[in-house]
T-cell receptor, first 109, second 119 residues
Framework: GQQVMQIPQYQHVQEGEDFTTYCNSS?????IQWYKQRPGGHPVFLIQ?????EVKKQKRLTFQFGEAKKNSSLHITATQTTDVGTYFC?????????FGAGTRLTVKP | DAGVIQSPRHEVTEMGQEVTLRCKPI?????LFWYRQTMMRGLELLIY????????DSGMPEDRFSAKMPNASFSTLKIQPSEPRDSAVYFC?????????????????FGSGTQLSVL
């Protein structure tokens, strides 16, 4: 079945540094979604990517979907303390959506 | 819109007791999902409903777990009897879904979750 691997598991950065998390699927995805979960909170939808090679930006966040639709990345430029939390990707294939394990980001002021 | 509403927020119970978690999806959403989150296993899909019908319950751990959706505005997840290894955060999520085959391109709206501790 579909497997969604996400790395790294943890990332600690100094405020102002960049951050990237990667998702890789064992199969071709129809779309991929990204969620953010603040400590003690619930996952909140950030964005969805559907097209091969698609790139979307939300302020300091850049999301990419690979050409083969098997991988994706989330890049945060110049992290801020408000970026702390766990970032999850969720890959969908047919009627199966699977979440990656998440990358927990901590930011040192 | 009040969002997805879950109750209780916290539940502490003793092993062997019955636990019932409740969820009210966003009005108009026709898909509902129950997830379990632990440090070891991350976010696991337990079951999802489309138009109140259970579509896939392959993620339900064992017979001790059951879920119902008697109408479009209410769902329950029941654990009977509960065990310490069931301790986790249980999330309910809802979405608009165009078809009966499960998650589509629609984003999920999560509730605040129920923190379950089984002693």
């Amino acid at each position: 079945g579909q497997q969604v691997m996400q790395i790294p598991q943890y990332q600690h950065v100094q405020e102002g540094e960049d951050f990237t998390t990667y998702c890789n699927s064992s199969t071709t995805l129809s779309n991929i979604q990204w969620y953010k979960q603040r400590p003690g909170g619930h996952p909140v939808f950030l964005i969805q990517l559907v097209k091969s090679g698609e790139v979307k930006k939300q302020k300091r966040l850049t999301f990419q979907f690979g050409e083969a639709k098997k991988n994706s990345s989330l890049h945060i430029t110049a992290t801020q303390t408000t970026d702390v939390g766990t970032y999850f990707c969720a890959g969908q294939e047919n009627n199966d959506m699977r979440f990656g394990a998440g990358t927990r980001l901590t930011v040192k002021p | 819109d009040a969002g997805v509403i879950q109750s209780p927020r916290h539940e502490v119970t003793e092993m062997g007791q019955e636990v019932t978690l409740r969820c009210k999806p966003i009005s108009g959403h026709n898909s509902l999902f129950w997830y379990r989150q632990t440090m070891m296993r991350g976010l696991e899909l337990l079951i999802y409903f489309n138009n109140n019908v259970p579509i896939d319950d392959s993620g339900m751990p064992e017979d001790r777990f059951s879920a119902k959706m008697p109408n479009a505005s209410f769902s329950t997840l029941k654990i009977q009897p509960s065990e310490p290894r069931d301790s986790a955060v249980y999330f309910c999520a809802s979405s608009l879904s165009a078809g009966i085959w499960g998650p589509t391109n629609e984003k999920l709206f999560f509730g605040s979750g129920t923190q379950l501790s089984v002693l």
